[in-house]
Each structure stands twice: as C-alpha cells, then as structure tokens.
C-alpha cells in the first residue's frame, strides 16, 4: 500500500489533507482514483489508513479510517555519526542506515577524512538534499518516523554528543576494542537502551588519538570482526547487529 509522510498540520478530525509532491505522486505519478486506499505517517510514529475522498488541483483530500503506532520503528532512537567519506557515498549510507533503522544521521569531519566542508556556504543546501534522501528511503521502507539529517560538524562535537547515549558504539580497527557481538551481549543483559549512538570513521578510519578522546568521552570501542569494511558499509553492519539483538 502507497505511504506517505505528512505535516502534523495536514491531520485533521477524521480527515487527511495530502499537498505538494504527495498530491503529485497519488493523482499524476500513481494515478490512484477515489476510494483507494493510502498509508500516512504524522512523522513521530503513528500510522493512519485513509481512503482517497477528493481530488483537487493542488490537494486530495483522504478519509482516516483507523490508526495505530507504527509497527516498524525500533525500540531505541539510534544515531549514525558518519565520518565524512569521498564522492556519494554519504548518501549511500543515509539511505542504507534509514532502512536499518537510523533515526538520525550525523556527518562529521575527523583528522583522517579525505572529503571538507571547506568554506561551509554549500552545506546548507547539502544538509537539505541529504534530509530529501532519508525520507524518501524512509517512505520507501514504511519507517514511522521521519530521520533526520544534521549538518556536518567537528570530530570534537560529535565525539561529545555521541558519548551521551545509553549505549555509545565506537568503531575502531585498533587496539583495545571489544567485539561487537560480545558488547551487545552484555547490553542486552542490561535491559533496551533509550538511545544508542553508532560512530564509523571515514575511508582512513580514526588516529589513535581520537580513539583516545572517544575511549575517554566515554564511548565504547568496538571491533567489527576480522574483515575490513568499507566505511560506506560499517554502520550498517553496526545496525544490522543491533536489530539481531533486540528486534528479530
């Protein structure tokens, strides 16, 4: 069934108002017809099926027939810090950690990373574009809440926002990590966090020192096994073990 995100503004008392590229989508690229069925999502967890009621020029007008919390979201809010890779491939792994159940993603730029904001004039309309990618991949998975995108910041802030989770993954290849597997064993014991932050370096990984800085921000090293993961697949790998550990 087609699902779409919607404004908290366009739910209304037993009524939906579809706008914009959802009105575009449900007449010209789907061409549904009244009486059809939709799935809209308010964004912060809660689905609602509608029946298509009216078409309009620049609106159709959809009838709630019944809603619920939605059933796909996990049970922790999860944050992927993303050290700042080369070409595309940060949108790559928006996309991919959406499916996995990312809620927010969070570029950031290290010692070793290729890639720069340089003057930052351009990050806006970066930050922008990246957001179009993680809803869309959201809508495209049937997530319930929409992620969402921040603007690249330093290794230093995002070390810190970081470390404040319930349980805070620090991807490193180097000395002094436990295995993945065996950290979320013994999370798992300790009951479902609120929250769990998720931080992958870029093609060149971390220095040692921001390991250092990370191991003593309070993050938790952690080794991804013994082959060697692209930077653009690591937090998916990350996820994917988070989801066997508390939703399958």
């Not at 009621?53 to 809603?67: G, H, K, N």
């Not at 792994?93 to 730029?109: N, W």
């Not at 349980?167 to 798992?188: D, I, K, M, W």
């Amino acid at each position: 069934m087609p699902r779409f995100f919607v404004l908290p503004g366009e739910i209304g008392e037993g009524e939906v108002l579809l706008t914009g590229e959802n009105a575009h989508h449900i007449s010209r690229s789907l061409r549904m017809a009244a009486g059809e069925a939709v799935t809209v999502c308010d964004g912060a967890g809660r689905d609602y099926l509608c029946r298509l009621t009216e078409f309009r020029s620049d609106c159709v007008r959809a009838e709630i027939l019944s809603q619920e919390p939605s059933a796909s979201e996990p049970p922790y809010l999860i944050r992927v810090y993303q050290g700042l890779p080369k070409g595309d491939k940060l949108d790559e792994v928006i996309q991919k950690t959406v499916e996995c159940g990312a809620g927010e993603i969070i570029p950031f730029e290290s010692s070793r990373c290729v890639a720069r904001v340089g003057d930052g004039k351009k990050e806006p309309e970066r930050t922008a574009r990246r957001n179009r990618i993680a809803h869309t991949a959201a809508g495209q998975c049937g997530r319930g809440r929409l992620p969402t995108v921040r603007a690249t910041c330093p290794f230093s802030e995002a070390v810190r926002d970081a470390a404040g989770a319930g349980l805070a993954l620090f991807c490193y290849e180097g000395e002094g990590t436990q295995p993945l597997g065996e950290v979320l064993a013994q999370a798992r014991a300790a009951g479902v966090p609120a929250d769990i932050s998720v931080m992958v370096g870029s093609e060149g990984g971390f220095s040692p020192e921001e390991a250092e800085r990370a191991r003593s921000a309070g993050m938790t090293p952690v080794g991804l096994g013994k082959r060697i993961l692209r930077t653009e697949t690591a937090a998916v790998f990350v996820l994917a073990g988070l989801a066997l550990t508390w939703e399958l």
